[in-house]
């Protein structure tokens, strides 16, 4: 005997609820629509998750027919499309009764997949929030659903089976129907029938629900088929012609058996070039039996900024979690990209993320560390693929050692450096200035400003201007004091440079004076110094706040030349400064100028091409400046007529 029930879902709406009185007590009443317009617009990324949430349906039941001790049938799902558009799921699960029907169908938010005691998920199922199944409603207007419990009815006698159809709109109608019902299934399990509306039909389509069904499904531990009519146009209809094909039943990529580890290198290599889209640089195995996990972290082959969000494709109990997955590595591992299958990692209610627990954060350090290893055992080899490493993902390397003292000595050893004697590592340049002491610039600037100098006087400078780098020398330099490692001043510099003779001194005392007042504008002080490189005529050095205090304390801890050089610093005036190079021509000839529009104009040139050196964009007020002085310049050397400009004096013709 078949009955019927035609009901409304917990949810009459708006318009269809009769006249009640708000009795203390009273149920709270449910708007579906509203509720599946949030599902769609706020909890899911897009409408393709339904597929997900009824290939999980169907993966809980057939768990769930198992636990009955019932595993006579196949376990299998089987995704059929309808005639005329649509798609039936059939899977050869647990199936529903009446009564479970009304409880967990019709009860947004009622699950069977729950932990009573506990209110969480129970590990053996896939879902455990009881609003999948709305999803479909993200895709159609209605939900079919015709089912054969394997439970035995009341009676003791197989149950009948039944039809439950819900609507968008919050009704819903269960019907029991005929033992031989040809709609329902012949054997225990459901069958999920949807029809597209006008705008849904792609999702139903049969070659993206294969695409979707390949992409959540292909590594579920049941077997996935599709039935796809064969290419035949004459056989249309219900008795054409079908072949299933096998979605599914991969084995975990990374567990499949294979006849050499070379032959796994290179079948794991393709996976990460199918499903990630590069051919790793390499591959790390990860394993954490505890959290039910396993899996590869593949190292990417080109660099990336540290502060891109690394996608991970994670399964959860084998079915796709997602593809983007953030947050389950530390952040200074932004350099491999995992795929991995869990256990006992939750998702949030919307599957496309981790739920932020401790059993996360307790994989995310685990799995952290298993990266760490195997990178502070490829660094410790010499070999090509350390090299690769480094030149790639330097970064990381540098974010890691930042907070982690194994990995600053590793660092220390083998880091490349851009320094004054080419690049090299902390650990050899060390070597080779055992008495010396190690500096290095916090900024990439600086470092261009003195380096061309410091090099000339064979001073050991760093440039610790990249990203991490200041705050990683400062740390090797409190890990290594031997190395006399210690933040430069760009001050240092000037004041190590050869100071010019008195005589010289004062017989350019005037001109520097007025190269002084030209500059005064920029902010700039113009001194003169003798240095190598003669070509270099000018060079641009900074005061920042807090040098003088920095210098003293040094020079007064140290005791060689340079020490005593520093400690005799007066600050200067101004918060730029012009060093002027003696042993350069042009700057002679400038200093020799009798005209004081050229010594100027002369001044302000040397002063914006220093500007420029130092690595400094030129700005508009830079441009007009260059630009004046060298009409001036022009002007000049016009109104001298030719070879005015060749004009020495003997005694600068004899240097
Ligand atoms: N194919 C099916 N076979 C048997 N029972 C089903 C099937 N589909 C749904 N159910 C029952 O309906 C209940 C509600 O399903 P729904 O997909 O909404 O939520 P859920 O799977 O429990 O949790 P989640 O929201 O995490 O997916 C399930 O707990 C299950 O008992």
């Not at 049969?206 to 077997?223: H, R």
């Not at 996935?224 to 599914?248: C, F, I, Q, Y």
Request: net charge negative; proline share 7%; glycine share 8%.
């Amino acid at each position: 005997m078949s009955g019927t029930d035609e009901r409304t879902a917990r949810a009459p709406g708006p318009s269809g609820n009769p006249a009640r009185e708000d009795a203390p007590g009273a149920a709270f009443q449910v708007d579906l629509r509203g509720v599946v317009d949030l599902l769609a617009r706020h909890l899911y990324s897009s409408p393709r998750v339904y597929l997900r949430e009824l290939l999980q349906n169907g993966v809980d039941a057939i768990t769930a027919r198992g636990a009955l001790g019932d595993t006579d049938g196949p376990a299998r799902i089987v995704l059929r499309p309808l005639a005329g558009g649509g798609l039936e799921v059939h899977d050869t699960g647990v199936g529903l009764t009446r009564d479970e029907a009304h409880e967990l169908l019709a009860t947004i938010g009622r699950s069977s997949k729950r932990d009573v005691e506990l209110g969480t998920g129970r590990t053996e199922f896939l879902g455990q929030f009881g609003i999948g199944l709305l999803s479909a409603f993200m895709v159609a207007d209605e939900i079919e659903l015709v089912s054969r419990s394997a439970r035995p009815s009341a009676a003791g006698g197989p149950a009948a089976p039944v039809r439950w159809r819900g609507r968008s709109d919050g009704r819903y109608e269960l019907v029991e129907l005929a033992p031989d019902d040809p709609d329902a299934p012949a054997e225990p399990g459901s069958v999920v029938r949807l029809r597209p509306r006008r705008d849904t039909e792609h999702w139903l389509a049969p070659e993206t629900v294969v695409a979707l069904a390949q992409d959540f499904g292909s590594l579920l531990p049941v077997e996935l088929l599709v039935e796809t009519r064969l290419d035949d146009p004459a056989a249309d209809g219900p008795d054409a012609p079908v072949a299933l094909r096998r979605l599914s039943g991969e084995d975990l990529p990374w567990r499949a058996a294979h006849p050499t580890p070379a032959a796994r290198d290179a079948a794991l290599a393709a996976y990460a070039e199918r499903t990630l889209g590069f051919t790793p640089l390499a591959r790390i195995d990860l394993d954490l039996p505890l959290a039910g996990l396993s899996g590869v972290a593949y190292v990417l082959p080109a660099a990336v900024a540290p502060t891109t969000t690394a996608r991970h494709r994670v399964y959860l109990k084998r079915m796709l979690l997602g593809s983007a997955v953030d947050d389950l590595l530390p952040p200074w591992a932004f350099f491999v990209r995992c795929v991995l299958d869990a256990s006992v990692l939750r998702p949030t209610a919307s599957r496309e993320g981790l739920y932020e627990d401790e059993v996360l954060l307790a994989t995310r350090d685990a799995l952290g560390a298993q990266v760490r290893r195997w990178l502070l055992e490829t660094l410790a080899t010499d070999s090509a693929l350390a090299r690769r490493f480094l030149e790639t993902h330097h970064l990381a390397v540098r974010a890691l050692a930042l907070t982690d003292d194994e990995m600053l000595d590793v660092a220390a050893r083998v880091l490349p450096f851009e320094t004054t004697a080419g690049t090299g590592t902390l650990a050899d340049l060390a070597e080779a200035h055992p008495r010396g002491r190690l500096l290095y610039t916090t900024t990439v600037e600086e470092f261009r400003r003195i380096a061309p100098v410091a090099a000339a006087q064979g001073l050991p400078v760093v440039n610790g201007g990249y990203v991490y780098d200041a705050a990683l020398l400062e740390r090797v330099a409190a890990r290594f004091p031997a190395w006399r490692l210690a933040p430069v001043a760009a001050a240092d510099v000037s004041h190590v440079l050869a100071g010019v003779e008195p005589l010289r001194e004062l017989e350019v005392a005037d001109a520097l004076a007025a190269l002084d007042a030209a500059l005064d504008e920029q902010g700039c002080d113009v001194v003169l110094r003798r240095f190598e490189p003669d070509a270099l005529p000018a060079m641009l050095l900074h005061d920042r706040d807090g040098d003088h205090a920095r210098e003293a304390a040094r020079a007064a801890e140290t005791d060689d030349l340079w020490g005593e050089i520093l400690a005799g610093i007066s600050g200067p005036s101004r918060p730029r400064r012009l060093v002027l190079n003696d042993a350069n021509d042009t700057v002679r000839d400038l200093l020799a100028s009798p005209d004081a529009d050229v010594r100027a104009a002369g001044a302000r040139s040397l002063y914006v091409t220093a500007v420029l050196a130092s690595g400094k964009a030129l700005q508009p007020a830079g441009a007009a400046l260059m630009n004046d002085s060298l009409s001036l310049l022009l002007a000049r050397a016009l109104a001298a007529g030719p070879g005015a400009s060749a004009d020495r004096s003997p005694d600068e013709e004899n240097r």
